[in-house]
């Protein structure tokens, strides 16, 4: 283990290093410099008083909730001795199986290449980039021919390969005994019991109010709501991240949800964000990929046959589409399990210096993906801050659901975490679901890939969200 003093000084100078290169750190000395110029700011206190200048300028409160962000996001630094891809996943069991189910993939999608005989990816000719740019707020309303494709996988295919999932150093075997867990998931990790995560999500308690509960109990509503929304404006007025993300814990009010969840998630979307969206924008014109059709049959097959999304489905293809191009995704793939796949530039294959990431931001769809977005969509018109706040949601929180890891957010850990409580609270009805072939976990796994969207009605699903990003942490899911 790092000793406390040595793991602080190795975050701070990460968090340093992330945000020297950002556009942050460019406006902080532009600030500065402009400071200079006004008459409270004396020679001989130079220092203190740029600092106040930057306190009562608001300028202090968003280094903090960027510093709040970058605390959030990547993991504490391991030891310095520790391999690399340790950081990404500790277990050598769980990266081989990572890494054979990314192969599994890939195979899938290089025989539908194949089968097809279509590019992975090709500029589209001048006519059809014309085309897409006129048509680009209704391309629902295009309805290309997707009888071929089909999802690269689904969450039943990914759910048989987490059953298989074993750990070699552990004796199991086949025959049931009380080691055994009696789920479908065989692998020791540990998960959190009752009293640890009464702990961990304390302000869930009976005794304390929550919004989508006690605002339609019998109690007149304005006791608790107004409080609520009351405080709920405060913590905007004081644009401070950390107090938002504890507030949303017990559920945020409708109307200041939209504006809490982009300050949590440190999103303000300054016009270099759009600017960066409609470059994206410009790359799906240009070139036409094989994941667009993935996408569009994603689309289809999922959000446009939903009630509550179907009126959604021309910015879903517009995020997904910009996302599927963004390679600023890569960097989470510094602390997932995942590692994002390569393809060859035709003609080169096996030539490292022409391998280049496909998708360019190294994440493949699967059926369901565009759901991860759907619900976004009743809180965010401007399609470049939609987007912004999918991509941070994705980065911190999504990508756990779709790949193989130890993490206690992580797909794995959520289902034991499910089996676990189920087969400890409620024994009886478990080993009854168990006997009669429908193993609970078949039934609830596709609820928990998609973290419940498409299953729960939109209120009740924002109102969960909120608790992920309150908690920081997919667990609530199980």
């Known amino acids: 283990m790092l000793d406390p003093d040595r793991g602080l000084s190795l975050t701070i100078a990460r968090?340093?290093?992330r945000l020297q290169g950002s556009s942050l750190h460019s406006q902080l000395e532009r600030q500065a410099r402009v400071s200079l110029h006004k008459p409270e700011i004396k020679l001989e206190s130079l220092k203190e008083d740029i600092k106040d200048f930057l306190k009562t300028s608001g300028w202090e409160k968003k280094l903090q909730n960027a510093v709040y962000s970058e605390l959030n996001v990547f993991p504490m630094p391991c030891h310095p001795a520790a391999p690399p891809e340790h950081i990404k996943e500790p277990l050598a069991y769980m990266r081989k199986a990572q890494g054979s189910w990314e192969k599994r993939i890939l195979k899938s999608l290089n025989s539908m290449c194949t089968e097809l005989n279509i590019p992975l990816a090709q500029k589209r000719p001048v006519n059809e980039q014309k085309e897409l740019l006129n048509k680009w707020n209704e391309m629902g309303t295009d309805e290309p021919d997707l009888s071929l494709f089909r999802p690269v996988y689904a969450p039943k295919d990914f759910l048989e390969v987490l059953m298989n999932l074993r750990n070699p150093n552990y004796e199991n075997g086949e025959q049931p005994s009380f080691k055994n867990h009696l789920g479908l998931i065989q692998v020791p990790l540990k998960v959190k019991d009752i009293p640890e995560l009464k702990e961990d999500f304390?302000?869930?308690?009976?005794?304390?109010?929550?919004?989508?509960?006690d605002d339609s109990a019998q109690v007149p509503p304005e006791f608790f709501e107004n409080e609520h929304v009351h405080v709920g404006q405060k913590v905007l007025a004081e644009q401070d991240s950390a107090a938002a993300q504890q507030y949303?814990?017990?559920?945020?009010?409708?109307?200041?949800?939209a504006d809490l969840w982009a300050l949590i998630l440190n999103i303000s979307n300054q016009p270099e964000d759009v600017l960066y969206y409609?470059?994206?924008?410009s790359n799906v014109i240009q070139h036409?990929?094989?994941?667009?059709?993935l996408i569009y049959k994603d689309v289809k097959l999922t959000a446009s046959n939903d009630d509550y999304y179907f009126v959604f489905e021309d910015y879903l293809y517009q995020v997904l589409l910009c996302f599927s191009r963004d390679t600023s995704v890569l960097e989470h793939f510094t602390y997932s399990s995942a590692t994002p796949p390569?393809?060859?530039?035709?003609?080169?294959?096996?030539?490292?210096e022409y391998a280049v990431f496909y998708p360019p931001n190294g994440v493949i769809p699967f059926h369901g993906f565009s759901m991860y977005v759907a619900p976004l969509c009743f809180l965010y018109h401007e399609p470049s801050k939609l987007y912004q706040i999918f991509r941070e949601m994705y980065v911190r929180f999504f990508f756990r659901l779709h790949s193989i890891s130890s993490h206690p957010s992580g797909i794995v850990s959520l289902c034991l975490l499910f089996e676990t409580l189920l087969q400890t609270h409620l024994p009886q009805l478990f080993y009854h679901l168990r006997e009669i072939g429908a193993q609970p976990l078949r039934i609830s796994f596709k609820w928990m890939v998609r973290a419940f969207s498409g299953y729960l009605a939109t209120d009740q699903l924002l109102l969960l969200w909120d608790r992920i990003l309150g908690y920081n942490s997919l667990e609530i899911l199980a």
């Open 278 to 281: 409609e470059q994206l924008k």
């Open 248 to 257: 949303v814990r017990q559920g945020c009010p409708t109307a200041l949800r």
């Open 288 to 293: 036409d990929l094989l994941v667009d059709s």
């Open 202 to 213: 304390s302000e869930l308690g009976l005794n304390i109010g929550q919004l989508g509960i």
């Open 15 to 17: 968090v340093v290093q």
């Open 342 to 352: 390569k393809s060859y530039i035709r003609g080169k294959l096996g030539m490292e």
